[in-house]
């Protein structure tokens, strides 16, 4: 993806995993960048990213910090959110106002710096339950969406995510900001950070130490991912060619199975056939995982814009695994 050195980035959530990976991309391919980041903790921030980036620490659901915030900014993108869904089942209130109110900020001071583009980085849970019919994918043209239980806890993040997402369309009608919406399979490969608890990092710590891999939920939903760089490549790409108040999935068709698919797959793949997978279901939701879902997304609109997908679910899951070596 070709950029200009020149110009100036801001990304949000750069203590993140995307967010972290994307300042590092641009730092290493566009050395005389002027890049900065809005972070929550500085001492964490600069322990993780390269040195030079101007980094800012605020609270960006704090509008008035956020309005405080001076410098000129051609390009944005906000990553920041919530991810861990135990959080998100204990803490929804606060899940919701990290999205809905950051996402408003964010997009106010886009509009102050008059920037040529942003991209806000959401996720596939925003379709909710989508029961594809036939095998044919969902979301071709990224405008449907299957039902979300509005009387769940954990629906405040699916929630959340289909009002941010509406805010960005909103800034686009209303203030002319061009900004654009990349929906984000399940992203992973190299870099991941420690402490990561979702499933695919689950999986990979089991087949790196020879345990074998306990499910907590039958592991009936779909499974929808992208490798980090693929993914990254995909939001540059949405930022400089994608067009202002659309969304555009990231995801490679190729890696689209069951979660207990994904399971056997790094038992025997990655493992060797030297683990098993085994189900230990409660009753209750003391996990926090989302609903089932049947969404199979559709990466065509994206294509249609020139990004290719290169690695597979096994590159990725070595590519995880050496990292962290």
Request: charged share 25%; hydrophobic share 40%; aromatic share 8%.
């Amino acid at each position: 993806m070709e950029f200009y050195p020149k110009h100036s980035w801001l990304i949000t959530g750069a203590t993140g995993y995307i967010g972290s990976m994307l300042v590092k991309k641009l730092n290493n391919e566009t050395p005389d960048a002027d890049i900065t980041v809005i972070v929550r903790s500085r001492a964490k921030a600069e322990a993780m990213l390269p040195r030079g980036i101007r980094i800012l620490e605020a609270d960006l659901t704090d509008t008035g910090a956020v309005s405080r915030i001076d410098g000129r900014f051609d390009y944005v993108v906000h990553c920041a959110c919530v991810t861990k869904s135990r959080e998100m089942v204990t803490r929804p209130t606060e899940t919701v106002k990290s999205i809905v109110n950051a996402t408003q900020n964010v997009l106010d001071l886009a509009v102050r710096n008059h920037a040529k583009s942003a991209v806000y980085v959401s996720s596939m849970e925003v379709y909710g339950d989508m029961r594809c019919p036939d095998g044919r994918r969902c979301g071709e043209d990224e405008a449907g969406a299957g039902r979300v239980d509005i009387l769940s806890a954990r629906s405040c993040y699916p929630l959340a995510k289909r009002m941010a997402e509406n805010i960005c369309c909103s800034f686009y009608v209303e203030y002319g900001l061009p900004v654009k919406i990349a929906r984000l399979a399940q992203t992973f490969g190299k870099g991941v950070l420690p402490g990561e608890g979702r499933v695919f990092a689950q999986f990979a710590e089991c087949a790196a130490h020879g345990r074998d891999i306990v499910l907590h939920t039958e592991g009936k939903s779909v499974g929808n991912y992208c490798e980090i760089e693929d993914a990254l490549e995909g939001i540059l790409t949405v930022l400089h060619k994608g067009k202002p108040g659309e969304a555009y999935n990231i995801v490679n068709e190729a890696c689209t199975m069951r979660i207990r698919e994904v399971a056997g797959f790094v038992a025997e793949r990655i493992a060797g056939g030297e683990i098993s997978v085994r189900f230990d279901i409660p009753e209750d939701d003391r996990f926090g995982y989302a609903p089932d879902t049947g969404l199979m997304m559709s990466g065509e609109k994206l294509k249609g814009l020139g990004w290719e997908p290169h690695k597979g679910l096994e590159e990725m899951f070595r590519d995880m695994l050496n990292s962290r070596a």
